[in-house]
């Protein structure tokens, strides 16, 4: 069984910065794309950014320029770096990844528990 463990959100004021870390365990093979998708009340979900397994990146127009999302092969770790955040960056923030166990032949959609992240005006 695979799994993805979250943390680094929280209370943060406008302008300033947080870091999320996504990490991944259990029995795996081979990761292809991980990112961040985000939920804020009444909206859907959405994507933030997106990393491949050999580095390139795609990122919502919303969030260019502030948000970078680096990775770590070698510790099954993605990053989302968030600067001058702003109050409507409110949101539960998901982490996503493709991931092959090593019992198996295919990859796995595999969401992690959200995050909590509020930008206070």
């Known amino acids: 069984q695979v799994q993805l463990v979250e943390s680094g959100g929280g209370l943060v004021q406008a302008g300033g910065s947080l870091r999320l870390s996504c990490a991944a365990s259990g029995s795996i093979s081979s990761i292809n794309a991980m990112g961040w998708f985000r939920q804020a009340p009444g909206k859907q979900r959405e994507l933030v950014a997106s990393i491949t397994s050999g580095g390139n990146t795609n990122y919502a127009d919303s969030v260019k320029g502030r948000f970078t999302i680096p990775r770590d092969n070698a510790k099954n770790t993605v990053y989302l770096q968030m600067n001058s955040l702003k109050p409507e960056d409110t949101a539960v923030y998901y982490c996503?990844?493709?991931?092959?166990?090593?019992?198996?032949?295919?990859?796995?959609?595999?969401w992690g528990q959200g995050t909590l992240v509020t930008v206070s005006s």
């Open positions: 996503n990844a493709q991931i092959r166990p090593t019992m198996g032949s295919r990859y796995l959609e595999v």
